[in-house]
């Protein structure tokens, strides 16, 4: 038998061949660990494509927000336990910042009980952020930045539930492995236990990683493409990236959990889908014509002389009216148990990044909770803001920017 293809089908090949044409016997000697399991017995291991991939955690910004999406994100919001100052504060973001610089490096931290599970980082990226209640509650009231507070109720629209809403402390882990990101989870929220309990953990995916290409914009649970019109380049970094003072280098995360009324939307035909958000279904190219990546034309009419994007179109209300509200959008799937009432429980973790929430996302907000066709059909349950802290240089720990002001 030759090998004619690299990687990991033709090992595998190799192997499963092997055994086939060793026999029954042969494989029972080799589960038994007897020697005489012949010629074709195997000596390397099959790869593992994405599982050793390592995203660096030190630098100008944390990982986990421009870095490229991984196929799982849980969102972890704790609360402080009372009597937790800035002192218990800097010791938790010590504890942490030593854990989180072990497992992206695929590194047991200290007193990891199951050091197997961190040998596979597949990408693991650990961001953590800070929720407006955080300052009062450690004396850095006059360090929190102005517009960090909880959205202001949308009324027409939100149906929030305290369960999946607020925080004080954020860990949004992620990886391209979802056992990686449990046991990252565990790990960090056992060690804060003395300081913080968990509020709510919040589980989405993607696409698995392999299943296609990398750099493929997700789709939504709705079908959609979702990501298409992220401003790239100098804009995303315009867009996100803090420069005032402690935050410089920071950002941060407004997330939404956000329903899916999926009964009502099957009713409705492929045509209107695509109306109501101003993209096609298939390849997420604007019902106006073009690619994926180009803008939908908002200015087009038709042959009557009527917006091809009507006026309730989600696009049309979304679209940033100039540079000063763009926002960087990185969404998940979640998909959970009916609710006690049999409500089907799948949606959007809408997770958006700004420099600055009151300039850059409450405007578009507001629009869309006036206009948008599309709140016939999702529900916001959820809501929560966070400062995300900037990154940090070797032998730094986490927070020492807000810490040390
Ligand atoms: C309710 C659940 C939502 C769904 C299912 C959804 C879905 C989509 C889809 C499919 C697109 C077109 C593709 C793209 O450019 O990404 C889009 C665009 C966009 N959405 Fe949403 N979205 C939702 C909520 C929101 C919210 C809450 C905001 C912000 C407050 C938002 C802001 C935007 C923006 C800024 C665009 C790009 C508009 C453009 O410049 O063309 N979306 N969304």
């Given at each position: 038998m030759t090998?004619?293809?690299?990687?990991t089908?033709?090992?595998?090949?190799?192997?499963?061949?092997?055994?086939?044409?060793?026999?029954?016997?042969?494989?029972?000697?080799?589960?038994t660990?007897?020697?005489?399991?012949g010629?074709?017995?195997?000596?390397?291991?099959p790869?593992?494509?994405?599982?050793?991939?390592?995203?660096?955690?030190?630098?100008?910004?944390?990982?986990?927000?421009?870095?490229?999406?991984?196929?799982?994100?849980?969102?972890?919001a704790?609360?402080?336990?009372?009597g937790?100052?800035?002192?218990g504060?800097?010791r938790?973001?010590?504890l942490?910042?030593?854990?989180?610089?072990?497992?992206?490096?695929?590194?047991?931290?200290l007193?990891?009980?199951?050091?197997?599970?961190?040998?596979?980082?597949?990408?693991?990226?650990?961001?953590?952020?800070?929720?407006p209640?955080?300052?009062?509650?450690?004396?850095?009231?006059?360090l929190?930045p102005a517009?960090?507070?909880?959205?202001?109720?949308?009324?027409?629209?939100?149906?929030?539930?305290?369960?999946w809403?607020?925080?004080?402390?954020?860990?949004q882990?992620?990886?391209d492995?979802v056992v990686?990101?449990?046991?990252?989870?565990?790990?960090?929220?056992?060690?804060?236990?003395?300081?913080?309990?968990?509020?709510?953990?919040?589980?989405?995916?993607?696409r698995a990683?392999?299943?296609?290409?990398?750099g493929?914009?997700?789709?939504?649970?709705?079908?959609?493409v979702?990501?298409?019109?992220?401003?790239?380049?100098?804009?995303?970094?315009?867009?996100?990236?803090?420069?005032?003072?402690?935050?410089?280098?920071?950002?941060?995360?407004?997330?939404?959990?956000?329903?899916f009324?999926?009964?009502?939307?099957?009713?409705?035909?492929?045509?209107d889908?695509?109306l109501v958000?101003?993209?096609?279904l298939?390849d997420?190219?604007?019902?106006?014509g073009?690619?994926?990546?180009?803008?939908?034309d908002?200015?087009?009419?038709?042959?009557?002389?009527l917006e091809?994007?009507?006026?309730?179109?989600?696009?049309?209300?979304?679209?940033a009216?100039?540079?000063?509200?763009?926002?960087?959008?990185?969404?998940?799937?979640?998909?959970d148990?009916?609710t006690?009432?049999?409500?089907?429980?799948a949606?959007?973790l809408?997770a958006?990044?700004?420099?600055?929430?009151?300039?850059?996302?409450?405007?578009?907000?507001?629009r869309?909770a006036?206009?948008?066709?599309l709140?016939?059909w999702?529900?916001?349950v959820?809501?929560?803001?966070?400062?995300?802290?900037?990154?940090?240089?070797?032998?730094?720990?986490?927070?020492?920017?807000?810490l040390?002001?």
């Amino acid at each position: 038998m030759t090998e004619t293809a690299g990687g990991t089908f033709s090992r595998r090949r190799l192997l499963l061949g092997g055994a086939a044409v060793a026999g029954g016997a042969t494989l029972a000697g080799a589960l038994t660990g007897c020697a005489a399991a012949g010629p074709t017995a195997p000596e390397a291991a099959p790869e593992a494509p994405y599982g050793d991939d390592v995203v660096a955690f030190r630098g100008r910004h944390q990982a986990g927000v421009t870095t490229p999406p991984p196929a799982h994100t849980w969102f972890v919001a704790l609360d402080l336990r009372d009597g937790v100052d800035r002192s218990g504060l800097t010791r938790l973001m010590t504890l942490w910042t030593d854990d989180i610089e072990r497992l992206t490096g695929g590194r047991a931290p200290l007193a990891d009980q199951e050091r197997e599970l961190a040998a596979v980082p597949a990408s693991l990226t650990v961001t953590v952020g800070v929720g407006p209640d955080l300052f009062g509650r450690t004396g850095l009231d006059a360090l929190r930045p102005a517009s960090l507070a909880q959205l202001p109720a949308f009324d027409a629209i939100d149906r929030l539930e305290q369960r999946w809403s607020g925080g004080d402390l954020l860990l949004q882990i992620g990886a391209d492995d979802v056992v990686t990101v449990s046991h990252a989870t565990r790990v960090l929220t056992r060690d804060a236990r003395s300081f913080a309990e968990v509020r709510w953990v919040q589980r989405g995916f993607g696409r698995a990683r392999g299943s296609v290409p990398d750099g493929t914009t997700a789709r939504n649970l709705l079908g959609q493409v979702d990501g298409s019109a992220n401003p790239v380049g100098d804009a995303r970094e315009q867009a996100v990236w803090s420069a005032e003072g402690w935050l410089a280098g920071g950002t941060m995360l407004v997330l939404r959990r956000i329903r899916f009324d999926r009964d009502h939307w099957e009713q409705i035909g492929r045509a209107d889908r695509e109306l109501v958000i101003g993209r096609r279904l298939d390849d997420g190219a604007p019902i106006t014509g073009g690619a994926e990546k180009d803008a939908v034309d908002l200015s087009a009419v038709d042959e009557n002389g009527l917006e091809v994007v009507p006026s309730f179109a989600h696009v049309r209300q979304a679209r940033a009216r100039d540079a000063s509200e763009l926002m960087l959008r990185r969404g998940y799937s979640y998909d959970d148990s009916p609710t006690p009432d049999g409500t089907d429980d799948a949606g959007l973790l809408f997770a958006a990044y700004v420099a600055d929430i009151e300039r850059q996302f409450l405007p578009v907000q507001r629009r869309l909770a006036d206009n948008d066709l599309l709140n016939r059909w999702t529900i916001p349950v959820g809501s929560a803001v966070f400062a995300i802290l900037p990154g940090i240089g070797d032998g730094q720990i986490l927070g020492h920017q807000l810490l040390d002001a």
